[in-house]
């Protein structure tokens, strides 16, 4: 978002995406991610530049594809679905025609998988004993009506 609500800086909040997303699941991070700066109308055209050359400075992205569009407008919009879907099939493609990388693409979707419920399941275990503690804190009764499992389950 290249002009966030709270005019805090995009270039730290892309940094704090993708170091949340190395976070969440060490090999999603590894695999390839294009950078999409949504929101360019709202920016004034003589700050542009300088702003989309902080982000992609804070990230270190080495020419790995860049998308600047205005999903409002719709400006570059066309070019990033028209690239996605040419990505998409030439990937789909490339699975098909060889056994071991769709083995491959397997294994890595499982290992993120299994990252992602390992790092859910620790956020839930921490958020529960957070209100287990403010419950003792506050001398309340343990009450379980409001414990819940939800399962997640991500597919790329």
Known sequence: DMFPYDESSPADNALAIANELAAFSPTLAERERWL????????????QEALIESVVKALDWDGRPT????????????SLAGDLMRWLEERKERL??????????DELRDTVETEARE???????????????????NNLDDDDDDDYDVEVIYEL
């Open 36 to 47: 999409v700066l949504n929101k360019i109308d709202l920016v004034p055209e003589d700050q």
């Open 67 to 78: 998308y600047v569009i205005s999903a409002m407008k719709k400006t570059g919009t066309q």
């Open 96 to 105: 098909d025609a060889d056994p071991e990388l769709a083995e491959e693409d």
């Open 119 to 137: 790092r859910i399941d620790m956020l839930g275990a921490r958020r529960k004993a957070e209100r287990a503690a403010a419950r003792i804190a």
